[in-house]
């Protein structure tokens, strides 16, 4: 899964170093307080529109940030019992449970 500086530099290919370092910056610094992706756009979907320029619209800013919060998420630690984890490489439950019932 890309980063948010991936995403970023993907989707804005002309975005200039400080504008980067600073839409960066609030992403990590404030990612435990983007409780949805509203406020994420809310941060940084303006500074991202003027950066754009006309070639995204309201919608397509939106899809940026929301690629942008699920990074966010999946790369934040969970404290809940009940998390989801990306794995590194898939995993056959068949091989598990052979185990089970040789004993």
């Known amino acids: 899964m890309a980063t948010c500086a991936e995403i970023l530099r993907s989707e ?5 170093g400080q504008v980067f370092d600073y839409v960066t910056g609030v992403l990590h610094s404030g990612s435990a307080d983007f409780e949805s992706v509203d406020d994420l756009v809310e941060a940084v979907g303006e500074l ?4 754009s320029g006309d070639s995204k619209d309201d919608a397509g800013i939106r899809a940026v940030c929301q690629r942008m919060y699920n990074t966010l998420r999946l790369a934040e630690p969970q404290t809940q019992g009940n998390t989801q984890v990306l794995l590194d490489a898939p995993i056959q439950l068949s091989k598990i449970t052979e185990n089970y019932g040789r004993r």
């Open 12 to 16: 804005f290919p002309e975005i200039d």
């Open 48 to 51: 991202l529109q003027e950066v």
